[in-house]
Nanobody, 122 residues
């Protein structure tokens, strides 16, 4: 599966953004999906994940309540709605997929998109 993330940009603190990750290749509905982020000089960090069916989601504690992951299997796309953005949310955001695993570790995902930059100014 090939993944293409988009939707990043420069916003102010308190603003919202919606990231999209479009998938092509094998049937999208067979993949569990995740969002991760990486800030300069920091390790890749789990953001959110969603089961192939959309029936279950997981969030990092610091993002729960502000971020929402969803998917539209008919459009082969997973979304990350980010509200009340903070400067510390500044990072490159990556979407990831795996047909077997899902969870909070980036090591569980076999396929990665190229990343989209989110910058939040104070």
């Amino acid at each position: 599966v090939q993944l293409q993330a988009s939707g990043g940009g420069l916003v102010q603190a308190g603003d919202s953004l919606r990231l999209s990750c479009a998938a092509s290749g094998r049937p999208f509905s067979s993949y569990n999906m995740g969002w991760f982020r990486q800030a300069p000089g920091k390790e890749r960090e789990f953001v959110a994940a969603i089961l192939w069916s959309g029936g279950s989601t997981r969030y990092a504690a610091s993002m729960k309540g502000r971020f929402t992951i969803s998917r539209d299997n008919a459009k082969n796309t997973v979304y990350l709605q980010m509200n009340s953005l903070k400067p510390e949310d500044t990072a490159t955001y990556y979407c990831a997929a795996d047909s077997t695993n899902w969870g909070t570790s980036h090591q569980l995902y076999g396929y990665w998109g190229q990343g989209t930059q989110v910058t939040v100014s104070s």
